[in-house]
């Protein structure tokens, strides 16, 4: 993509925030944090323009930074895969966010195998495959991984191989300093007690959560609740509050807003008090995943409300 795309993808939509409802009710939306609130950009809350190229993702932090003001982000693998072992490229990815002064946190992999597959060959092919970008977090300086956990079969056999897929990967991951987050994306990664005694069984620091405001759909896999559309969800507010205590991330799921700038499937001075309560020191992750805004209006809608929330606890 060349720069006029990028250059005009970003005007536009500088120019639909200030004309968008939520963007004329809550007009500091650009604001600095709040001194204790620090907020990051989840890469998949752009992942219409990087899919229909309005947006290069090797540029991800300078366009945070253009955009939203915000000065850490979290990135996802899908948009990397062909530079996977590509060491140089991770060099010159770090390059740009060190130059605009932002913060790579953690990368998202998706599509890498099941860690917690019944078979001993798949498991380890899932776990190598995940090895790379643990190196790629290494080297852009982040401090995590997240991955999925699912597998197939009883709930016996899924944890007890979870506990070795997820066990061993951290152990690569200690060694080069990275962590290894769970996410609830659906299925038993939205049943924060199951995920939960895995953590626990195996015992390193270096596993840990990430738990999302949304996603607790258990009956089916990544999990979304968008539109109510679940037929048997964990209850979020007990998921996020038994997550917390492992976190590492925190992420601000948001579909959609009502007129006074609220979240309509989630309360969110709810979710960040169990947040702040827990003494979570780290990043809360903007995720946009609705389609009633523009992906750049609801990143900013998103943050106008993480901000209007937090100031109120």
Known sequence: MNNYNRRKFIALSAAAGTATTIGAMIPNAFAQNSSDLKISLAQWSLHRAYRDGSLDPKNFAADTKDMFNLD??????????????????WKEMR????????????????????????SDTDRTQSIDRHKPWIDAAREMGCHSVRVNAFGKGTDTAIKAALVNGLGRLTEYGEKLGINVLVENHGLQTSNAAFMVDVIKQVNNPYLGTLPDFGNWCISKEWGGTENNSCSYMYDPYRGVEEYLPYAKGVSAKAYAFDKDGNETQMDYRRMLKLVKDAGFQGHIGIEYEGQHLSEPDGIRATKALLEKAWKSL
């Open 95 to 118: 390059k740009i966010a060190d130059d605009q002064g932002v913060t790579s946190l953690l990368i998202m992999i998706d599509g890498e195998g099941e860690l917690g597959s019944s």
């Open 72 to 89: 850490a982000i979290e990135y996802v693998s899908d948009f990397y895969a062909n530079e996977k072992h590509n060491a140089s490229y």
